[in-house]
């Protein structure tokens, strides 16, 4: 059970009145992070609500750390640490107290390691969490997930309106449990930047859809603009795996998912540039191709 | 345990990049000798606040350059008989391997190309 993957779904699919998660294919292993990025309803949380069980799927699989959801939740969240930015703690309660009572229910609780990360966010056990400010509360609850050193974290959105000194602590954490190749992290973000640093693997859904998932360095290896100039008059040569091309007079820039060396000899000396693109530009190319695809 | 190794995200060139041309400027610079010992990936990854598939790549393709040697189980190490002059010149033949490729694009010939060459070394 110890070599099974940490997350693993196959032909999910979940039906609400006005929106379907649809043919949901995910897989995260031990020692990897995974970032799970899409526009705003496009089904991340419900994603990882059928993931920590909250939700029961109407079709297909879904198995976390060898576990079937949501029916084993109670074996499968011994191990899962899971923190939302809309969870909330008890407002009259103190750090401390709920420090307690986290080590109460879990025997992984690492007393060591919650003073060192109070310590590391500046966090006060004796404070109560009504007088806590929005970067202190998200960080109160990720130290309670982090020092069960559960094997698999669930993130969602855990650097949403944080300031970026509060989110480069939180990354430094975060890149830190993976020192141990046996744990794994699932977050979701809207900040493609944080995404793109951390990441092994990248998720992209839309509209209820996956629309790739695969490692990080393929996704930045694959994807290419390629701008050309082209003598009035003449015919752009005929190239496979051309996703998007904008004309303006004589130049030509074109979108590649499957960009090779092959490419450029073919294109020959209209080549004119070659540019890299960011995760965030990939994203936004990737939904809009699959969204035309789909004819959306 | 600081690396020194540093990642801008508004650099041009890919992380992974970044770090491979850091580590071969500490080599070529004598500061990591033949036979010095790596971060692990894991440790490097964690270091940097990157992905270990970052580091990763990084360590596999000085790997493949020469640059490094990994041993199962063992960990990686700085390539023994590898004198900082040889670096350099692996890093001069990239620079020039993209010159000829650019130069084939623009069917220039290898004559003209050394043409071209000797004048801007002629400039300097």
Redesign the interface.
């Known amino acids: 059970m110890n070599h099974a993957k940490h997350i693993e779904l196959a032909g999910v699919r979940k039906k609400f009145r006005f929106f379907t998660l649809e043919n949901l294919d995910l897989d995260l292993e031990a020692?990897?992070?995974m970032g799970l990025v899409g526009p705003n309803g496009a089904g991340k949380s419900t994603t990882i609500r059928l993931i920590t069980g909250l939700l029961a799927a109407d079709a297909g699989t879904v198995r976390v750390l060898g576990h079937g959801m949501p029916e084993a939740q109670a074996l499968a969240k011994r191990d899962i640490g899971f923190v939302s930015d809309e969870m909330k703690l008890f407002s009259h309660a103190t750090v401390g107290w709920h420090m307690d009572f986290v080590a109460s229910i879990y025997a992984g609780w690492d007393p060591q390691y919650a003073a060192t990360l109070v310590k590391r966010f500046n966090l006060k056990p004796e404070q109560p969490v009504k007088g806590l400010s929005h970067g202190e509360h998200v960080k109160a609850l990720l130290m309670l997930a982090l020092a069960r050193r559960p094997r698999l974290l669930i993130l969602d959105e855990p650097t949403s309106g944080l300031d970026p000194v509060a989110r480069?602590e939180l990354?430094?954490e975060f890149?830190?449990v993976?020192?141990d190749?046996s744990r794994s992290i699932l977050f979701s973000s809207h900040n493609t930047?944080d995404v793109?640093?951390?990441?092994?693997?990248i998720t992209f859904i839309d509209r209820g859809r996956l629309v790739e998932s695969r490692?990080?360095?393929d996704f930045?290896e694959r994807w290419r603009r390629i701008q050309l100039q082209m003598p009035a008059g003449s015919a752009l040569p005929e190239l496979p795996d051309i996703i998007g091309r904008a004309v303006d007079g004589q130049f030509v820039t074109l979108t590649t998912n499957r960009f090779s060396a092959d490419m450029?000899?073919h294109l020959?000396?209209a080549?004119r540039e070659v540019h890299?693109m960011s995760l965030e530009e990939i994203f936004v190319a990737n939904v809009m191709h699959h969204r035309e695809a789909r004819g959306e | 345990m600081h690396s020194g190794i540093n990642?801008s995200?508004t650099d041009?060139r890919?992380?992974?990049l970044q770090i491979m041309e850091q580590i071969r400027q500490r080599i070529a610079a004598g500061d990591w000798a033949a036979g010095k010992e790596l971060p692990s990936i894991?440790?490097l990854?964690?270091d940097?606040?990157?992905?270990?598939?970052?580091v990763k790549?990084a360590y596999l393709d000085l790997e493949s350059m020469g640059v490094i040697v990994t041993r199962q189980g063992k960990g990686s190490f700085v390539a023994e008989g590898g004198p900082a002059g040889e670096i350099h010149l692996a890093q001069l033949d990239e620079h020039l391997s993209a010159a000829a490729e650019l130069a084939r694009?623009?069917?220039l010939s290898p004559d003209e190309l050394a043409e071209r060459l000797r004048r801007v070394r002629d400039k300097q």
Not at chain 1, 196 to 201: C, L
Not at chain 2, 48 to 54: D, G, Q
């Open positions: 020692g990897q992070i480069h990354l430094t890149t830190d993976l020192r190749d930047l793109e640093r951390i990441s092994d693997r490692d990080k360095e930045l450029l000899t020959g000396t080549v890299r | 990642i995200q041009a890919p992380m992974y894991r440790a990854a964690a940097l606040r990157v992905s270990v598939i970052t790549r694009h623009i069917g």
